[in-house]
């Protein structure tokens, strides 16, 4: 066996979009563990978690990781990174927020 020649039929020409998964995760005085920064779209981004111990980020199911996408919030849908800012900074803390979040592959 080696690598096909031509595409496989299945995936035709649309590029995979990834999935769409949804994440509580607790809001304590630290934050959410998230170091979040703005995608050339303007979309709300995770560059890395952040380097704190218990990190909630880390401990949601399935674990967050960099080049997430956040597209939501406690369900409302968010357009860009300011809006997610907006939102979670309105919130109190201790708090579980809930995270719509789009990654890739």
């Known amino acids: 066996g080696g690598p096909s020649a031509g595409p496989s039929p299945s995936s035709g020409n649309a590029k995979p979009i ?41 401990a949601c199911n399935p674990p967050l990781k960099g080049n997430d996408v956040i597209v939501g919030v406690n369900g409302k849908k968010v357009k860009n990174f300011e809006e997610v800012v907006q939102i979670v900074k309105s919130l109190g803390t201790p708090t579980v927020v809930s995270l719509t979040i789009s990654r890739e592959g």
Do not use: H, M, Q, Y
């Open 18 to 58: 990834g999935r769409i998964f949804t994440v509580s995760i607790e809001k304590g005085t630290a934050g959410l563990g998230l170091d979040i920064g703005k995608a050339n779209n303007g979309a709300c981004v995770i560059r890395k978690l952040k380097d704190i111990t218990p990190n909630p980020a880390s």
